[in-house]
T-cell receptor
Framework: DARVTQTPRHKVTEMGQEVTMRCQPI?????VFWYRQTMMQGLELLAY????????DSGMPKDRFSAEMPDATLATLKIQPSEPRDSAVYFC???????????FGSGTRLTVV | DQQVKQNSPSLSVQEGRISILNCDYT??????FLWYKKYPAEGPTFLIS?????DKNEDGRFTVFLNKSAKHLSLHIVPSQPGDSAVYFC????????????FGKGTSLLVTP
């Protein structure tokens, strides 16, 4: 089965440190999404790309978060500097044009202490 | 502002009975609605969807109903099985927004033997 791969699965870091999360979308999927899951907000859309170009990143705190797709096989989400309130599970998902039923990765559980 | 709301954080149902999960939305422009299922330590997986031109879609034990005038959708699981125990997320999307999804906060379903 094709799958979206996220690394690392777990990350514990100290406040102020830089965190980079990586995602390998399913081959052939040209739309990539980053979501964050917290108890308070549920699943929030942070940013998404089509054909590696950012379509919308309005859900991200711009001063500390950045998302990129260096190539079609890699999407990254970076937090610098990290804060305790960033603790959450970050999901990457990929899909095809006009496809709502996209595929999620298993997530990166981030804990900032 | 939460555009998709799941007002029941949890639901407990006996095996063999019907599970009904509810979802409300505020944006009348949404044209596609989905349910995702999530097990612990995994990403959400697509379960069933419905477009705004329909009022019902069925897939095996799962049926989604859409009431556009009430801005309400529901997921029926009949009969419920212990393996259905998971968190269910309702989601809605706008075709002209790049097919990004707005998610509810989820309802945790427990099916007891």
């Amino acid at each position: 089965d094709a799958r979206v791969t996220q690394t690392p699965r777990h990350k514990v870091t100290e406040m102020g440190q830089e965190v980079t999360m990586r995602c390998q979308p399913i081959l052939g999927h040209n739309t990539v999404f980053w979501y964050r899951q917290t108890m308070m907000q549920g699943l929030e859309l942070l940013a998404y790309f089509r054909n590696r170009a950012p379509l919308d990143d309005s859900g991200m705190p711009k001063d500390r978060f950045s998302a990129e797709m260096p190539d079609a096989t890699l999407a990254t989400l970076k937090i610098q500097p990290s804060e305790p309130r960033d603790s959450a599970v970050y999901f990457c998902a990929s899909g095809l044009p006009r496809d709502y039923g996209y595929t999620f990765g298993s997530g990166t559980r981030l804990t900032v202490v | 502002d939460q555009q998709v709301k799941q007002n029941s954080p949890s639901l407990s149902v006996q095996e063999g009975r019907i599970s009904i999960l509810n979802c409300d939305y505020t944006n009348s422009m949404f044209d596609y609605f989905l349910w995702y299922k999530k097990y612990p330590a995994e990403g959400p997986t697509f379960l069933i969807s419905i477009s705004s031109i329909k009022d019902k879609n069925e897939d095996g034990r799962f049926t989604v109903f859409l009431n556009k005038s009430a801005k309400h959708l529901s997921l029926h699981i009949v009969p419920s099985q212990p393996g259905d125990s998971a968190v269910y997320f309702c989601a809605a999307g706008l075709g002209n927004s790049g097919y990004a999804l707005n998610f509810g906060k989820g309802t945790s379903l427990l099916v007891t033997p």
